[in-house]
């Protein structure tokens, strides 16, 4: 018997010969919460899809504080869902736009204290406007059905869907214009090219067609500007994206800017003062709104942050915002650049803060 | 009440019939449907899983393996999406063998555990380590070979299993087998069903939404004895099941999941003196629709259809030395809205041999080699010996060189598919030690794997969309304990079955352990017998595993047990009645990241053979 013990001790020994190593467990110290999420940004980040982990982050307007999950921290017990895709103000909450969850998350804008949840209504819901205490949010339907997309009608007053507008494939931003909704038809799982309007008070669908795959909208002066990002090299022909300049009287193209070269995708246009910014790839590009032509050479770029291309973007309080999302898997960054006015030069990086993964959308809760 | 009202009706009608006679046969012959198993598996670790452990374990292959064997399992909620992971590998690098053919999926690479009922199966055996060679592609952490045994001359039995559970569970299982001295038949139905809107512990009010399932399946297989030197052969297999896809905590679902799956094997089986010879063909046929919104009648769909033509010569070239010599093609043919229509031929050569040098030790080799336009195919090889150091101790060693061939979905996925791709490799070394003493056994194993290539589905830094690439590298060590005893004191009889996995697998960049592999995993299984009476526990448990989640990094590790008793009422015939509680303990757990899993729940079970 002793000898067959040795040698399943020694068996032991040799099959377990690897070292064993457990996670760090380091007790974190008591963190206080920031608690009021005013005067600053809030930073939605989308997380990974299907893993339920979409966080919000706020940076002060003085950029002096900062602070993750901030959701989470308000809200112990709720979890806030799966891909983080827009947030909208209204009064004194914010609505969150939970695309993976299908739902909408409703807080307090200041206190990020959790209010309700909307989770009857939506498929594949993307972003959201208001209008006269109704929410809009565009919905993609189902991955593999191109008609059953559709504008889904919010009575904020009770927090309920009320009724679904019908659009064609993929409606994705959405931003309002005395009663009517322009909704970007980016396509969705495949590529769109308009805009659909919708009247509110008959919701009445019409359509603006535009470049491919159109991915911003900005109202400046009774216009409608649109970026749009022409087809990804991974389409069957890859184009050129572009801005495009609506008459919001006639709904007719006033002027249409396009890059002659296929390789450049505009998206996240902002109209600040009397230019229009937005980005390709790492770079800032600015545009005189009484230019000709769309510049060549970018106002400034990114890459000196590491930045491969620009997830989120936004100018205000005298800054640009630049959200980065790194690798898509880890956690993202947010970039914040001088805008250049008062003899500083524009694009130099102010500060940078690590956010969650993806920042999605920068909102400034002012 | 319903449930409890039928099973006892069935009870007692059954019980108190007489059944035919059964004839007994002494002359009892059995084919083996997987040759390269019995004859080139003698230097890895081999662990079967006979007929009397599958019937103690649910219907899911999951169920059986989770508590039988090291392998882990990654599952999306009960009854969901099940993969496994093999000494820290991925569900696609262990190989699903179903009576000596690979039948894991060729559009994702995988099988899924929850998809594969067990009833019906002689045995499962659990085969550690690289495969490839014999059983191509996926054979890298290792395989699960699910087998089903011609028998001639054994005359007539059948087998009928019945089990009601919590969450409207019903599953039901009919096995017969028929042979005289010329004719062998199998044939076995399962039907397997539930409601499975368990409660989440620790919430309120939230339940398993949206996750009931069913499947049925049909095995048969045939055996014909032409003369005593030639023997045909078939397998059949259908399957076909509806899951609806649950939610996880984060976000509901509204998804369902039908898939049917056929499987077809004829062999030709001749054998002379030294000579033997196998000729195989088979079909099998894979096919899912993925319904986004279970309510419409919008899904996606694709098929995939396999031919596989094989010959397999064997020679004893000496009483020690034995030669095999295998030749294969195969042919897949894929269609589906996201891959179109794709078709993919490959051929093989595999050489294998085994020399017993002494009565103590011996040794193995393996190499094979593929041709196909799809892909560099690297020679495959494995070489093994066996050391039986006295009656008590053996050694085994074995290092090998396995791949796993790129997927449809991998290929030709619309859009994101990336047809450059090559096979993932692996290198392998495995030390394994067995003792014997009295009743006891016990194996220890140590392994290490370098897996090169490695096939990943990640983010493109330019636009977030997840690509497949041949980027990763991971190695994998480890080690893994088999114990089991027996014990017999008069009519009281009690066995212990017991398995720990330790498994470090790390990315070759990041240096950190792959998500969903845990460090450790053990369970218990304890059995006793009193005359007619039996009493089993079950013990599970699950090291903490990481996910890809940055908010939430980490799956806790979980305890599960569960408890069964059991009698029989039979005298002449097996009637078996017996209930099981399971979750005894009420652990609130998730095997997967917001998925919780049920908690206590109870099924009872009748079994009546005859």
Redesign the interface.
């Known amino acids: 018997?002793m000898k067959?013990i040795k040698?399943?001790v020694a068996?032991?020994g040799?099959?377990?010969?690897?070292a064993?190593?457990s996670?760090e467990n380091d007790e974190p110290t008591k963190y206080v919460p920031l608690e009021k999420y005013d005067s600053g940004v809030l930073v939605l980040n989308q997380?990974?899809f299907?893993?339920?982990?979409a966080?919000i982050s706020y940076i002060s307007a003085d950029l002096s504080k900062f602070e993750n999950?901030i959701f989470?921290l308000a809200n112990p017990n709720v979890?806030?869902?799966?891909t983080g895709q827009d947030i909208a103000f209204y009064g004194q909450f914010a609505y969150i736009v939970?695309n993976?969850?299908?739902k909408i998350e409703i807080v307090n804008r200041y206190t990020l204290k959790s209010v309700g949840t909307v989770?009857e209504g939506f498929?594949n819901p993307r972003y959201m406007a208001i209008y006269n205490g109704k929410g809009y949010v565009t919905n993609w339907g189902?991955?593999?059905?191109p008609s059953?997309d559709y504008v889904a009608v919010i009575d904020l007053a009770t927090a309920s869907v009320t009724s679904a507008i019908p659009v064609a494939e993929g409606p994705e931003r959405i931003i309002e214009n005395a009663g009517k909704l322009y909704v970007a038809q980016t396509g969705g799982f495949s590529f769109g090219n308009q805009i659909s309007v919708i009247n509110t008070a008959t919701n009445a669908v019409s359509t603006i067609t535009v470049g491919d795959v159109p991915n911003a909208l900005q109202i400046k002066d009774g216009y409608l500007w649109v970026s749009y990002g022409g087809k990804?090299n991974?389409?069957s022909a890859e184009t050129a994206g572009g801005l495009v300049q609506i008459n919001l009287n006639t709904n007719a193209v006033a002027h249409a800017y396009a890059y002659p070269d296929v390789t450049k995708h505009v998206s996240n246009l902002v109209i600040e003062g009397a230019s229009a910014y937005y980005t390709v790839d790492s770079g800032i590009y600015k545009f005189d709104l009484s230019a000709n032509a769309l510049p060549a050479t970018p106002l400034f770029t990114t890459t000196s942050q590491g930045v491969?291309?620009v997830?989120s973007f936004a100018i205000k309080l005298g800054r640009f915002y630049v959200g980065d999302?790194g690798?898509?898997?880890?956690?993202g960054k947010v970039h914040v650049y001088s805008f250049g006015s008062s003899g500083e030069s524009a694009g130099t990086l102010v500060n940078s803060y690590t956010v969650?993964?993806?920042p999605a959308g920068l909102y400034f809760n002012l | 009440m319903t449930a409890k009202k039928l099973f006892l009706f069935c009870m007692f009608l059954v019980c108190e019939f007489i059944f035919a006679q059964h004839d007994t046969i002494s002359l009892r012959e059995v084919l083996v449907s997987d040759a390269q198993l019995k004859n080139f598996s003698n230097t890895q670790s081999v662990t079967v899983l006979n007929d009397s452990v599958i019937a103690k374990n649910a219907a899911s292959l999951t169920t059986l393996l989770n508590y039988n064997s090291t392998l882990y399992f990654k599952e999306n909620g009960l009854g969901m999406v099940s993969s496994p992971s093999f000494r820290g590998t991925t569900a696609q690098q262990t190989a699903v063998i179903w009576n000596g053919i690979n039948i894991n999926s060729q559009l994702n690479g995988l099988t899924d555990f929850n998809t594969i009922p067990v009833s019906g199966f002689d045995n499962v055996t659990v085969r550690g380590g690289g495969g490839s060679s014999i059983y191509g592609s996926s054979a890298i952490g290792g395989s699960i070979h699910l087998n089903n045994e011609l028998e001639f001359g054994n005359g007539f039995s059948n087998a009928l299993h019945l089990n009601f559970g919590s969450f409207n569970t019903f599953s039901a299982a009919y096995n017969l087998k028929a042979s005289n001295t010329n004719t062998s038949v199998q044939a076995g139905l399962s039907r397997n069903s539930s409601e499975n809107d368990y409660q989440y512990l620790g919430t309120s009010d939230k339940r398993n939404e949206n996750g009931q399932f069913y499947n049925t399946s049909v095995n048969a297989a045939f055996g014909y004895r032409i003369n005593s030197h030639h023997y045909l052969k078939l397998y059949s297999q259908l399957f076909e099941g509806e899951r609806h896809f649950s939610g996880?905590?984060?976000?509901?679902s509204k998804s369902k999941y039908r898939d049917v799956n056929t499987r077809n094997l004829i062999e030709w089986f001749a054998t002379s003196g030294k000579w033997t010879s196998r000729t195989r063909t088979a079909f099998l046929s894979e096919q899912y629709q993925y319904f986004?919104?279970a309510k419409?009648q919008?899904?996606?769909s694709a098929k995939a259809e396999t031919f596989i033509a094989k010959y397999d010569l064997n020679y004893i070239l000496h009483p020690k030395v034995t030669a095999n010599f295998v030749i294969d093609y195969t042919q897949t043919k894929g269609f589906g809205?996201q891959i179109g229509k794709k078709n993919r031929s490959i051929g093989a050569v595999t050489f294998l041999m085994k020399h017993q040098i002494t009565r103590r030790i011996g040794y193995e080799i393996h190499v094979k080699k593929e041709v196909t336009d799809n892909y560099e195919s690297p020679i495959l090889s494995s070489i093994g010996t066996y050391f039986h150091a006295s009656k008590?101790?053996t050694v085994l060693f074995n290092a090998s060189k396995n791949f796993r061939i790129p997927t449809f979905n991998d290929l030709y996925w619309q859009?994101?598919g990336n047809s450059d791709l090559n096979p993932e490799s692996s290198y392998q070394l495995e030390?394994g030690?067995q003792?014997r003493?009295r009743k006891?056994f016990?194996s220890?194993?140590?392994f290490y794997m370098d897996i090169r290539d490695m096939i990943q589905w990640?983010?493109?830094?330019?636009?977030?969309?997840f690509r497949p690439d041949n980027i990763a590298a991971v190695s994998s060590?480890?080690?893994?304990?088999l114990l089991t005893y027996e014990k017999k004191i008069g009519n009281h009889r009690a066995n212990i079955r017991s398995n720990y996995a330790?498994v470090?697998s790390e990315d070759g960049e990041t240096h950190r352990q792959l998500i969903y592999v845990p460090?450790h995993k053990a369970n218990v299984n304890l059995a006793y017998y009193y005359q007619k009476f039996s009493f089993d526990y079950q013990f599970l448990f699950n090291g903490?595993v990481f996910?890809?989640?940055?908010?939430?990094n980490?799956v806790s590790e979980y305890f599960v047990s569960n408890v069964g008793i059991g009698y029989d009422l039979g005298n002449k015939y097996t009637c078996k009645i017996g209930v099981r509680v399971l979750n005894l303990w009420n652990e609130v757990y998730q095997s997967v990241?917001?998925r919780p899993m049920p908690g206590r729940n109870y099924s009872m079970c009748l079994t009546l053979k005859m």
């Not at chain 1, 299907?50 to 982990?53: A, E, I, K």
């Not at chain 1, 690798?327 to 956690?331: A, Q, T």
């Open positions: 018997m067959f040698l399943v068996a032991l040799s099959a377990l010969f690897f064993s190593c996670p997380g990974l299907g893993q339920g982990d966080t999950d989470s979890i806030m869902g799966d939970m993976g969850s299908n989770d498929s189902a991955g593999n059905n059953d990804p991974y389409a491969y291309g997830y999302a690798d898509y898997e880890n956690s969650g993964v993806i | 996880t905590l984060a976000a509901r986004e919104n419409t919008n899904f996606e809205e008590n101790y859009g994101l030390v030690q003792f003493y006891w016990l220890a194993t140590a990640n983010p493109d830094d330019t636009d977030g969309n060590y480890g080690a893994e304990l330790y470090i460090m903490y996910t890809p989640s940055k908010k939430y980490i990241l917001q």
